[in-house]
């Protein structure tokens, strides 16, 4: 009995942070055993926001510092399955097809894209950009993945995906499946800054591989409650980001509950709640640490698993093309002008 697939990844774009733990990672943590698992590079998703030859130039590095961040997280590099999208040029074939099963207006209605423009200072959309859940329906249809684990941004992406599948089916034959989405536990977590989710190009992160110093400053720089101007004024607890993050990282319940008692009675300084939250978020990240110490002294792994990641998974993706293709009747089409065309060089040389 053949094993249920799933598909996710990230764009090679720097080092993974806490967000990207909750929003994606942990999922990937919990299920990456129970399917057989496709991790993408998407450098292709990249180049919708950042074309910049200095960009491009950054995909290897990047790729091997995310890759590695991912099985520092806690993914078994035995039951995982690591490519560079831009390696499979049969991806961009397949996105050709399904990009005509698809209107324009409901791409528009895709939130997170207009988001990203802005974040990436577009001030009009790039067709790259509008087109992004469609390449990234292929992306998972190539591999014909059945479960995709990610975060808010994306869940919309992965609803154009579903929508894709039943289309081709409809018209074609039953030749994917279509995907289930897994949604992350915390939908999202907000920046240190306090004023957006967390991102690299806002510079508000937590990276997974931060050591102890520097995650005790950007705990300690966190934004808190902005009308609290002494230990003594009681504060507020909802939509404070060191509260959100002592909700997700700190196991101690009890411990979450008091502080945050005290904290609105006005009993206890912005400080101690922060100094409390550097202490679970070392208890949290010092195991990845010693993780990613382990993987960076095999030299050579992270590039050992992409190269052969990428060749397994273009083979699986080759073969879905020639699927889709005779499914589609593409196939026929060429097949019948070969035989004409040979015919006619036969009466040609009979003829001659």
Do not use: W
């Amino acid at each position: 009995m053949s094993v249920a697939r799933m598909l996710t990844g990230d764009r090679p774009t720097g080092r993974l942070h806490l967000g990207h733990y909750v929003g994606s990672i942990a999922n990937r943590v919990r299920l990456h055993r129970r399917y057989e698992s496709f991790f993408i590079i998407a450098d292709l998703h990249m180049l919708t926001t950042r074309n910049r030859r200095e960009d491009i130039d950054q995909v290897s590095g990047n790729a091997r510092e995310m890759v590695t961040d991912i099985l520092a997280a806690g993914v078994d590099p035995e039951r995982a399955i690591f490519y560079l999208q831009s390696a499979i040029p049969e991806v961009g074939d397949l996105n050709t097809l399904l990009q005509n099963l698809v209107t324009v207006p409901r791409l528009e209605r895709v939130p997170s894209l207009k988001d990203m423009a802005r974040d990436a200072g577009k001030e009009e959309m790039p067709y790259g950009l509008l087109g992004y859940p469609v390449l990234q329906a292929a992306d998972i249809l190539c591999v014909k993945g059945e479960a995709v684990p990610v975060g808010r941004d994306n869940a919309a992406h992965v609803e154009v995906t579903r929508e894709i599948a039943r289309r081709f089916n409809h018209l074609y034959g039953p030749v994917f499946p279509v995907p289930e989405l897994i949604p992350a536990d915390t939908p999202s977590l907000v920046g240190t800054d306090g004023a957006a989710k967390m991102s690299k190009s806002r510079g508000n992160t937590i990276a997974l591989s931060d050591d102890a110093a520097t995650v005790r400053r950007k705990v300690l720089g966190m934004y808190t409650d902005p009308n609290r101007v002494r230990a003594d004024v009681p504060g507020t607890v909802e939509g404070n980001p060191v509260f959100a993050y002592h909700e997700v990282f700190n196991p101690d319940r009890d411990e979450v509950a008091d502080l945050a008692r005290r904290y609105r009675a006005g009993q206890v300084g912005d400080v101690e709640v922060k100094e409390r939250l550097v202490v679970a978020l070392e208890a949290f990240l010092a195991p990845i640490r010693q993780r990613r110490a382990e993987i960076e002294a095999d030299r050579g792994l992270v590039d050992r698993l992409i190269v052969e990641g990428t060749e397994r998974t273009r083979q699986e993706v080759r073969q879905t093309l020639i699927e889709v293709r005779r499914a589609m009747g593409l196939t026929g089409a060429y097949q019948q002008v070969r035989r004409r065309a040979e015919r006619s060089r036969r009466r040609t040389q009979t003829s001659a």
